[in-house]
């Protein structure tokens, strides 16, 4: 007996049972969903796939496999972004499995061509898993990428005084990021000051020593001088304790502090107003 | 081989670069600004370098070598006007022009010089 025939019988018995596999189908996967989608929703798509199924198990076109295949595809990037569980996804293939098992328990002769079915719909159900995978990997991308955009933004703080407040990790990518940035904006705004404020970078280690050494070196090829600020009392003594020198660089504790240097240098001065 | 001019502002030279700056060129330029020098008695040297749009190692070393030409005729070189682009590049190149100042236009440039004076 060969695999095509046996896929063929096979098909041609489940469909005569539709009604009760899928049934039984939707009624598992419902079960492991835990009520996040309604039975009705649950059984609409598990009626397109189970199809497609059959379809592809009859042989007699070449794009079923191919339609089920995308069919299952984009089930499971849905699933991936609704923040379903890869075991509930993948799930819904392999439900259909005990479903054909409960019915074909009984037929003896029907073995074979279980067996042959229990193994496409592994198949199918690995394709579900690495789908899942993919779609979650691309929504970290997503977020990571997102998240580089949002953490750097360039403040004009005072008539040429710019302020990068700088938020998680630096590493050589947003360095890159926040240098660009920095560097137009400075052109753009004529700034000759830059304050660099570390507060919201949790670690300082040689490496973004390093990078923070970089953007004000970069900064001072454009004639503007740049201030670090934001320097907390434990990032201050790992900075002492790993030997890292800020050289000319002034470093000053808050935003204000830096500031204030800043209009110093450039020959401002604040006063208060009132009787003296 | 195309020349860059220098032209004289009170005790000021200003160098304008708005060509794609060849390695002859740069060398005469540095050729041209120590004669310069000598004979006018400039106190300050500004290099605008708004145009270049590719600052290379090499360029990027006779640019700091012609600021400590002009410190020894007692006179402060500015560059002026680099480019985010170049000055990311310089940076990544491990070149910080020291001994150059700078600034980021010509008139902040020559702000720095008066200030100076």
Known sequence: MDVDSSQGRMAAYMRDHQDKVVGRWSEIVAAGLRGRSSAAEVRRELDDLYVLVLRAMSGADDQALGELRAALAELSRSRARNGFTPTETALGVFALKDAVYELVADAADLVHEYLVFSRMMDDLGLLTFETYATAREQIIADQAEAMLELSTPVIRLWDGVIAVPLVGTLDSARTQLVMEKLLETLVATGADHAVLDITGVPTVDTEVAQHLLKTVSAARLLGAECIVSGIRPQVAQTIVSLGIEFGDIATKATLADALAHALDRRGQHLAKEGPA | ?117
């Open chain 2, 1 to 117: 081989m195309e020349r860059v001019p220098i032209s004289k502002i009170g005790t000021t030279l200003f160098v304008s670069i708005q060509i794609d700056l060849q390695d002859e060129s740069v060398v005469r330029l540095q050729e041209d600004l120590a004669d310069e020098l000598a004979a006018t008695g400039a106190r300050g040297v500004i290099i605008d370098i708004t145009a270049m749009e590719i600052v290379d190692s090499f360029i990027g070393r006779m640019l700091a070598m012609i600021g400590s030409i002009s410190r020894l005729f007692d006179a402060e070189t500015v560059l002026v006007g680099m480019r985010p682009a170049v000055a990311i590049t310089l940076t990544e190149l491990g070149l910080s022009l020291r001994g150059v100042r700078t600034a980021l236009n010509a008139e902040k440039g020559l702000e720095l010089l008066n200030g100076r004076a």
